[in-house]
């Protein structure tokens, strides 16, 4: 473990989904002072949970002065926040695009807004981007534009953020097992998909890399590959 990074105050964001909840756990097993954000609150022991609805830009201010008052800083984030509307292109209800749009493109640049200002010149911001921004999958022309679109977001936040020294990282997931997947309608074998206990070290040790180094985007997949 970098001991540069212990008792880092961190935001994750999706802090009561699969991959934000296995995240969470993982930074505060390393030692970091974990804070989730999402618009549920998680039982969590600690209390470092926040109410934060990425569509709300007061919710998210509200949440990160909370951390600077009671940590006196906030060092990284985690961006893990945002469901999926899936329904063939022809069935797509255009209303439903929106929604996709507004948690993963709009709502992941309200947070980076407010990010750049909060985080200090060390800081590291992971964005949980997915392959669906890539590659396409049948059922997912929502939810890959969204996720497409926040792809190229980040990108260009990675190169403007740089001259604050702020490294901006995204992780394209395969399939991860997650409530993500819940009442989809097609069937999955969700045996085959990654545990979201085995994403979670992974994107903490990106917030990990050396201070030399940045990586700014990385792919990991379920070990049988594509479902
Ligand atoms: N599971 C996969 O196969 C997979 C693959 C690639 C990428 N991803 C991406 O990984 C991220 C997390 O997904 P997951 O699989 O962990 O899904 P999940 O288990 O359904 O969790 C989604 C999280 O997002 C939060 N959220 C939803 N809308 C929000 C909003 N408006 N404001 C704040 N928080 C909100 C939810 O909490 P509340 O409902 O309490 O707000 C929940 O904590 C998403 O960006 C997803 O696109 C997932």
Not at 151 to 162: D, G, K, T, Y
Request: proline share 4%.
């Amino acid at each position: 473990m970098n001991a540069r990074k212990t008792r880092r105050a961190v935001l994750v964001t999706g802090g009561t989904g699969g991959i934000g909840g296995a995240v969470a756990g993982e930074l505060r097993r390393r030692g970091a002072r974990c804070w989730t954000g999402s618009r549920r609150l998680t039982d969590d022991p600690d209390a470092r949970t926040l109410r934060l609805d990425v569509r709300d830009e007061r919710s998210i201010a509200t949440a990160i002065d909370a951390i600077t008052a009671r940590d006196g800083r906030l060092d990284d984030a985690v961006l893990a926040h945002g469901g999926g509307r899936f329904a063939d292109v022809a069935a797509l209800d255009p209303v439903a695009i929106r929604d996709d749009l507004d948690e993963h493109v709009v709502g992941t640049l309200r947070l980076l807004r407010r990010l750049r200002g909060a985080l200090g010149r060390d800081g590291s911001i992971v964005i949980v981007g997915s392959i669906a921004a890539t590659r396409a999958f049948p059922g997912c022309g929502s939810y890959g534009a969204a996720k497409a679109a926040q792809r190229m977001l980040a990108l260009v936040a990675a190169e403007e953020f740089r001259a604050d020294g702020i490294r901006v990282t995204l992780v394209h997931p395969g399939a991860v097992d997650t409530p993500l997947w819940d009442g989809r309608e097609e069937s999955f074998d969700r045996a085959r998909m990654m545990p979201a206990a085995a994403l979670a070290p992974l994107i903490a040790d990106l917030l990990e890399t050396p201070p030399g180094a940045h990586v700014t985007e990385v792919t990991v997949m379920p070990r049988g590959g594509v479902l």
